[in-house]
């Protein structure tokens, strides 16, 4: 990200006031990350409002305006308007957040219910519960998966812009 950011391959010493891209100091950027976490939490928390009152295909249709309108301030975003990052970056994580509650609600309520009473060797499970298990499968191996990526390919240096140094 440094070298997106400064357009040099290594960090300098002094960087209290560097000059990225878009003309913003370091802090700019730091919030910039920030806002998308912020933004999952607001649409984590509000995808439980937002299916109260809307079926589950509305629902899916905000979140995807939500990351249209994302990408397209950051298309837009210039020196003069960089605030616009900041929406994007919220509105990009609102996407994400309501996905997340979005998806895992979608198939647990869609999914088919087998009462206990049934003999096992006649449960017959459809499509949508073998999604089910394999989107949570899937996204709990991720975060478990993700950090030991992350620090195997920060060893290398012309990967990571530190040049290998570990950023914790």
């Known amino acids: 990200m440094h070298q997106f950011i400064t357009n040099t391959d ?3 010493e002094h960087q209290a006031s560097v000059q990225p891209g878009l003309g913003q100091s370091e802090s700019f950027y730091a919030w910039a990350v920030t806002l998308y976490s912020l933004g999952e939490f607001v649409g984590a928390m509000g995808a439980g409002f937002i299916t ?3 079926p589950y295909r509305l629902a899916f249709l905000l979140a995807i305006a939500m990351c249209q309108l994302g990408y ?3 298309s837009l975003a210039t020196t003069a308007h960089a605030w616009m990052i900041f929406i994007a970056r919220l509105c990009i994580g609102m996407n994400a957040g309501l996905l997340l509650v979005l ?6 309520e869609t999914a088919t219910t087998v009462h206990k009473s049934v003999p096992q060797s006649h449960k017959h499970y459809s499509l949508k519960d ?3 298990v394999c989107y949570s499968v899937v996204s709990s191996f991720s975060y478990l998966i993700a950090p030991g990526i992350n620090s195997a ?3 290398f240096p012309e990967v990571n812009p530190y040049g290998g140094e570990q950023c914790l």
């Open 72 to 74: 397209l301030l950051y």
């Open 52 to 54: 109260k009152f809307l």
């Open 10 to 12: 290594k960090p300098t």
């Open 153 to 155: 390919v920060a060893q």
């Open 130 to 132: 073998k999604l089910f």
């Open 103 to 108: 998806i895992t609600a979608y198939l647990g």
